[in-house]
């Protein structure tokens, strides 16, 4: 296990804290099950408590700063250390990155007690502190593309922002202008790293294949949909937000098809990915029926958060989690029902409402229960793995 560089004895000296995505994994895993429990609950009026964020606030953010952050900084704090060959927080300061984060799911629900301004100061503070963290391996190593990465965790800084001003009063109408710059720039992460990623895995995964890279394509997906985006929150429609999304939808299909062979269907770890950037896709597509008023922008919204981010961000962290912890990148038929029962729930959410609009209520709960059953199952098969040594008895 990689400790910290301290001649003392680090208090945490666990497996679960040797490498970033041990301890993030596990939280993300948990409070995707607590989350949308918490949310069922107070959509249903069921449980009322007050909280620092309005209830629709409060369940946006947490998907994205809460479970969706909570991936990011697993993914980020085990990649940079392996695309820098520098060590990242481990042991002590690890633990103080996960408490942090833990810290700003806590708080809000301590509204009565706490000052609004140290609430929104903890959950602010962690992505400044987790780019910080990311960014020292980055800048003593020469893989400058890593750097994109810091950009975009500052992005995200700022977009949060946005959504504690308001809560604080300072200003109006910025949070849901944060919350949609924090979904824009969470997918443009996730494109980046497909970029990556999806290419090697494919090429890992699969003996004599070859996966078609294209550096153009690469930029040409991320510029089409950060221009989706800003013209959504630019409050643009009709033809203009419908012909952006058509271009975005067509450059990430053509991207995605250079990667894509027919044994990947073979391979779970590698459908759960391609399926994931599907959804990505089909949120691009849906823009340009939402841009006519054709579908509700809810839909869109969950194609982006449930489908693409959920689906992705589980393939993404079973895989890591196999491969960081010297464990046959094969997954067990519980993990496969897990996958499954995350598409169904986006499929429920997503696809059903839009052609059955009366059932929506249903479709809601349906898409709930999978979901749920989805999370517990990795919870319940990577917990033990994640707080476990490697199996191979190297560090971490």
């Excluded at 950060?226 to 939808?249: D, K, T």
Aim: one cysteine or more; aromatic letters at 14%.
């Amino acid at each position: 296990m990689n400790k910290n560089n301290s001649n003392s004895t680090p208090v945490f000296d666990y497996p679960v804290f040797g490498l970033g995505f041990r301890p993030f994994f596990i939280l993300a895993g948990l409070f995707a099950l607590l989350l949308i429990l918490l949310w069922n609950a107070i959509y249903k009026g069921e449980f009322t408590v007050q909280n620092y964020y309005a209830p629709n606030i409060w369940h946006a953010h947490e998907m994205l700063v809460g479970y969706s952050v909570a991936v990011i900084a697993g993914f980020l704090l085990t990649a940079v250390k392996n695309w820098t060959g520098h060590a990242t927080a481990s042991g002590d300061r690890l633990a103080g990155l996960c408490l942090l984060w833990l810290y700003g799911r806590i708080l809000p629900f301590y509204a009565e007690l706490l000052p609004d301004f140290l609430i929104a100061l903890t959950d602010f503070a962690f992505l400044p502190v987790l780019a910080y963290s990311v960014s020292q391996p980055i800048m003593r190593s020469d893989h400058n593309k890593s750097l994109v990465f810091i950009v975009l965790l500052a992005l995200m800084t700022a977009a949060n922002a946005l959504v504690h001003l308001e809560m604080l009063d300072i200003y109006e109408s910025t949070a849901m202008l944060g919350l949609n710059m924090l979904l824009a720039i969470i997918i443009v992460m996730i494109l980046v790293v497909a970029g990556r990623v999806f290419p090697f895995f494919t090429e890992r995964g699969l003996k004599g294949v070859i996966a078609i890279r294209n550096p153009l394509l690469d930029v040409l997906s991320i510029v089409s949909a950060a221009s989706v985006f800003l013209l959504q929150m630019a409050g643009i429609s009709g033809h203009i937000l419908a012909v952006s999304a058509i271009a975005a939808l067509v450059v990430n299909l053509v991207r995605i098809a250079g990667w894509h062979v027919r044994q990947v269907w073979y391979v779970p770890l590698l459908w759960i990915l391609y399926i994931g950037y599907g959804w990505i896709i089909l949120g691009f597509g849906l823009t340009v029926l939402a841009a006519y008023a054709k579908i509700s922008y809810s839909l869109v919204l969950h194609a982006f958060t449930l489908g693409g981010i959920g689906v992705l961000t589980l393939g993404m962290m079973v895989r890591v989690s196999l491969g960081h912890t010297g464990r046959v990148m094969r997954v067990s038929n519980i993990i496969v029902t897990a996958f499954v029962l995350l598409n169904l729930s986006a499929f429920v959410r997503v696809v059903l409402p839009a052609l059955l609009p009366a059932w929506y209520s249903q479709f809601v709960y349906i898409s709930t229960l999978a979901w749920l059953a989805a999370f517990a199952l990795f919870v319940f098969v990577y917990a033990p793995i994640l707080l476990a040594p490697r199996i191979d008895g190297k560090p971490d």
